[in-house]
């Protein structure tokens, strides 16, 4: 198994900043693919937020260009998003999502973080 540990999340007001930092670890070796940032807001469905593949293409939900930016370090296993110039709408648990395997093996699946908590409130 993969495990993502997203930290960063809390409490903001609108036009600040946060940055989210998610990383995977396994007891066994791994590969990663894409990684991504999904995020649910209370009676609404999960949404991607942006994603990025191993070579560093990435892409966002419209919602959020210009103000969010992905990036992640092969090295450190780790994905981040930088948000800035947040929104009271950005309000949500933000999950991290990889496309990982175990070396051993040659099937690909998603794995999932425990979520952390967004709040954008004045």
């Known amino acids: 198994q993969v495990q993502l540990v997203e930290s960063g999340g809390g409490l903001v007001q609108p036009g600040g900043s946060l940055r989210l930092s998610c990383a995977a670890s396994?007891?066994?070796?791994?590969?990663?693919?894409?990684m991504g940032w999904y995020r649910q807001a209370p009676g609404k469905q999960r949404e991607l937020v942006a994603a990025?593949?191993?070579?560093?293409?990435?892409n966002y939900a419209d919602s959020v260009k210009g103000r969010f930016t992905i990036s992640r370090d092969n090295g450190k296993n780790t994905v981040y998003l930088q948000m800035n110039s947040l929104k009271v709408e950005d309000t949500a648990v933000y999950y991290c999502?990889?496309?990982?395997?175990?070396?051993?093996?040659?099937?690909?699946?998603?794995?999932w973080g425990q979520g952390t908590q967004v709040t954008v409130s004045s």
């Open positions: 999502n990889a496309v990982a395997r175990l070396l051993v093996t040659s099937r690909w699946r998603d794995y």
């Open positions: 396994s007891g066994s070796s791994f590969i990663i693919n894409a």
């Open positions: 990025i593949t191993s070579g560093g293409s990435t």
